[in-house]
T-cell receptor, first 116, second 114 residues
Framework: ETGVTQSPTHLIKTRGQQVTLRCSSQSGHNTVSWYQQALGQGPQFIFQYYREEENGRGNFPPRFSGLQFPNYSSELNVNALELDDSALYLC???????????????FGPGTRLTVL | AQSVTQLDSHVSVSEGTPVLLRCNYSSSYSPSLFWYVQHPNKGLQLLLKYTSAATLVKGINGFEAEFKKSETSFHLTKPSAHMSDAAEYFCVVSDPGGYQKVTFGTGTKLQVIP
């Protein structure tokens, strides 16, 4: 069974640029969630995708957007990067019905984004 | 609205002594609760979860947690700390709803002294 993978591992961008982060979910999982973890903080929920549709969103502006593909892999896109977007971005996949609060989320190792 | 408070940002214990990491939660529903561990430069790993079955939950690596509704607590314990337990620990609450809404605590960094 393949775990959750993310690419790239590290990324450096400048303010105003755009970035795309990628996530491959664990085999058999149809739900992907994205989190932002600033230095010294707990992960903050960005949004969740279930069967290619966004079905939940945290308190993040519209310049944070995403996609989920038919194979359930996912992308996180961030436009007009700001210095405060510097963080570890985590992807997590889970199986079961959408809204399953008991579902275990399996996390990838993250992408470290630095905005200069 | 759901929230979770980890009462200690840092905990330091000697190897072989008990570990207690404290977590209080707030939820309007019957939540699910999780503990995750994050080692440096590694992803988050699930230690254990509570899903309204037994209130005492056993996890991996000798960790366990007890759900106390009256105290709205879900503290993580381990009888004897090992050097490899040094990491950051996150308490997580998840409410039922249209999607898996998950809220993380701010984390507790566990230091194990040899």
């Amino acid at each position: 069974e393949t775990g959750v993978t993310q690419s790239p591992t590290h990324l450096i961008k400048t303010r105003g640029q755009q970035v795309t982060l990628r996530c491959s979910s664990q085999s058999g999982h149809n739900t992907v969630s994205w989190y932002q973890q600033a230095l010294g903080q707990g992960p903050q929920f960005i949004f969740q995708y279930y069967r290619e549709e966004e079905n939940g969103r945290g308190n993040f502006p519209p310049r944070f957007s995403g996609l989920q593909f038919p194979n359930y892999s996912s992308e996180l896109n961030v436009n007009a990067l700001e210095l405060d977007d510097s963080a570890l971005y985590l992807c997590a996949s889970s199986s079961g019905l959408a809204g399953g609060s008991t579902d275990t989320q399996y996390f990838g190792p993250g992408t470290r984004l630095t905005v200069l | 609205a759901q929230s979770v408070t980890q009462l200690d940002s840092h905990v330091s214990v000697s190897e072989g002594t008990p570990v207690l990491l404290r977590c209080n939660y707030s939820s309007s529903y019957s939540p699910s609760l999780f503990w995750y561990v994050q080692h440096p430069n590694k992803g988050l790993q699930l230690l254990l979860k509570y899903t309204s079955a037994a209130t005492l939950v056993k996890g991996i690596n000798g960790f366990e947690a007890e759900f106390k509704k009256s105290e709205t607590s879900f503290h993580l314990t381990k009888p004897s700390a090992h050097m490899s337990d040094a990491a950051e620990y996150f308490c997580v609450v998840s409410d039922p709803g249209g999607y898996q809404k998950v809220t993380f605590g701010t984390g507790t960094k566990l230091q194990v002294i040899p």
